[in-house]
């Protein structure tokens, strides 16, 4: 692959916290356009990986590119959805308000949003069915409304490259359901998509390629239907996984 098209290439990448190493030299590439899962069993480095990608934790060596230059140049061509257990709650702000933190790369701390950006907030709600609850506080929401909350946030940014994190873990099938349209809207619009994804049984459903984790390093990367049956993910799942039933 031609990295300098690649939305992502991880080069030896070893980093973790403090003393302890969680990743070990990771290396891939992965293309622009395309929807992909990071995948692998509970503390396989899947978030970890996703943190440092973002700038979030200093590698202990290797290096990160995003379209083929240092994150620090091309930060505002990204949107970040985080974990549920990664934000506060009860945090007193509305649906509309966390939509709204989106346009910071726009328009910075200061400047108040025009008619454009209102309309940006507007249709990033409707697309996701929160139109009804914009003046909610984000406490009183179920767990799939949450999650659409913060995408609405990711979608107003308008950016290129979308990482999240656990974006199905507990929600109902309709928050599912707009979620992945929507990020297959994305990708089907040019976009690129990064998420860590737990549910081995939907990679092939939800995603276009895989980078398969376990114990720090990677196993396997390719295109979902081939991850999925080769016997890295076997070994990293045992016989708990039938790959066949679910392609």
Not at 202 to 219: E, K, N, P, S
């Amino acid at each position: 692959m031609n990295e300098e098209r690649a939305a992502v290439a991880v080069h030896q990448l070893s980093a973790g916290y403090g003393k302890r190493t969680v990743l070990r030299d990771v290396a891939f590439s992965l293309p622009a356009g395309e929807r992909i899962a990071l995948i692998g069993p509970n503390g396989a480095g899947k978030s970890t990986l996703l943190k440092t990608m973002l700038g979030f934790l200093k590698p202990k060596s290797g290096t990160v590119e995003i379209f083929g230059e240092p994150l620090e140049k091309v930060r505002s061509r990204i949107a970040y959805m985080p974990q549920s257990a990664e934000v506060n709650w009860n945090f007193p702000i509305t649906v509309e308000g966390v939509a709204e933190m989106g346009l910071f790369f726009s328009l910075g701390w200061f400047r108040k949003p025009g008619k454009a950006e209102r309309e940006r907030v507007e249709q990033a709600l409707e697309e996701l069915g929160l139109t009804d609850l914009r003046k909610r506080q984000i406490s009183e929401l179920s767990g799939g409304q949450k999650k659409r909350v913060f995408l609405a946030r990711a979608l107003v940014q308008n950016a290129d490259l979308f990482f999240l994190d656990e974006p199905l873990a507990g929600v109902d099938y309709r928050s599912e359901r707009a979620i992945m349209e929507k990020l297959e809207a994305l990708v089907g619009a040019g976009k690129s998509v990064v998420a860590v994804h737990h549910d081995v049984h939907t990679i092939t459903r939800y995603f276009d390629r895989a980078v398969l984790l376990d114990g720090g390093t990677v196993q396997a990367v390719g295109e979902a239907r081939e991850v999925v049956v080769s016997e890295a993910m076997r070994k990293c799942y045992g016989e708990v996984f039938q790959a066949e039933k679910w392609l």
